[in-house]
């Protein structure tokens, strides 16, 4: 499993992740560094996370994510505003559900089958004219799951 991100329009990261072999966990950890290093630099901003490419995660770093993100949730000020997460494999969604359970997000974790909803979602999000009340029915529309 290798992650990939890119951060050429922060505060929005954009994160691949692919079922590509990860020599020693090297993409792993520079991500997770990345995002640790957000939390020290006291910067604000939010993941797009897509695991369209995804269908045979390393579950041995399991133990290894929750305690980081563990670790992360006891900070203050959480600087990861929220996540949107492409993902279409039910397996897949199914250990990020098992994942949340045993240590919740860090912050609103938005579901989304395709990139391109993901995109307008990010769009909306951001966009500080509109209500609640018009992210809720694009929500509904769209069929993304909310989960805080």
């Given amino acids: 499993m290798k992650i990939y991100y890119k951060t050429h329009s ?9 079922n590509e072999t990860d020599d020693n966990n090297d993409y792993y950890n520079c991500f997770m ?26 579950l041995g770093l399991l133990i290894d994510f929750i305690k980081r993100q563990k670790k992360l949730k006891e900070e203050s000020i959480q600087y990861l505003d929220y996540s949107v997460v492409v993902v ?4 897949i969604k199914s250990i990020l559900n098992s994942i949340w359970k045993i240590s919740p997000p860090l912050n609103t974790v938005y579901l989304v089958s395709q990139l391109y909803i993901a995109n307008q979602l990010i769009n909306h999000l ?9 992210i809720s029915s694009f929500l509904l529309c769209n069929n993304i799951t909310k989960i805080l």
């Fill in 126 to 134: 951001n966009n500080i004219f509109l209500n609640e009340d018009y």
């Fill in 88 to 91: 279409n494999n039910i397996f």
């Fill in 33 to 58: 560094n990345y995002w640790e290093t957000k939390y020290k630099e006291r910067k604000h901003f939010h993941f797009l996370f897509n695991f369209e490419s995804l269908s045979k995660p390393n």
């Fill in 10 to 18: 922060f505060p929005t990261v954009k994160v691949t992740v692919t």
